[in-house]
């Protein structure tokens, strides 16, 4: 696999744009993904531990056994609108909404 190396000048243009895409188990660890458009992508068993989620696009993204421990600026509103399970990994402030 290639990995792209981003220079700082341009992370502030760069916008993750993968609507259906399939990628389970996919690495997003700290990822930037302000304003990302990820719907209906199947992340099933994807990391997202500590990226940050200010006005991305969860709609239909399958996010079954995806960790999101430590993820920023995510909310209810956009994980209801994702598909989500009890092995989905939440973050802590967002755990009480599943319980419920």
């Not at 290639?2 to 341009?10: G, Q, S, T, V």
């Not at 997202?48 to 995806?66: E, M, Q, V, Y």
Request: aromatic fraction near 6%; charged fraction near 30%; glycine fraction near 8%.
């Amino acid at each position: 696999m290639r990995r792209i190396k981003l220079l700082p000048e341009d992370r502030a243009r760069f916008r993750i744009k993968i609507p259906g895409a399939r990628i389970p188990g996919a690495k997003f660890d700290k990822g930037n993904l302000t304003d990302a458009d990820l719907s209906y992508a199947n992340c099933s068993n994807a990391s997202f531990r500590g990226a940050d989620f200010l006005r991305a696009n969860l709609k239909g993204t399958i996010l079954r056994g995806a960790d999101l421990t430590g993820a920023r600026n995510l909310t209810w509103a956009q994980l209801s609108e994702a598909v989500i399970d009890q092995t989905t990994i939440l973050p802590k402030e967002l755990e009480q909404h599943a319980a419920e």
